[in-house]
């Protein structure tokens, strides 16, 4: 019985561990992402943008059920908008 609960204390601690390192993990990813940003403007973002709607694109030309776009700038994430 002391075995089995002293596994799951170890399991639950390194649960704990685990959830700690991806926190930190997480952190320092946002820290470079903002880094790059910083340094590189808004290209990422546009970069994104670009990537997103051609998989929109890309999903609607696979589509055999007829689909309505809207005109204006909310169409595919206003990528025309962004580019002027």
Known sequence: M???L??????TEQSRQANVIAAEGDARVADLIGRALDEAGDGLI????IEAAEGIA?????SRNSVYLPHGPQMLLNITGAMQ
């Open 46 to 49: 546009e970069l994104r943008r």
């Open 58 to 62: 890309n999903q609607l030309s696979k």
């Open 6 to 11: 002293f596994d799951k204390k170890n399991q």
């Open 2 to 4: 002391s075995l089995f």
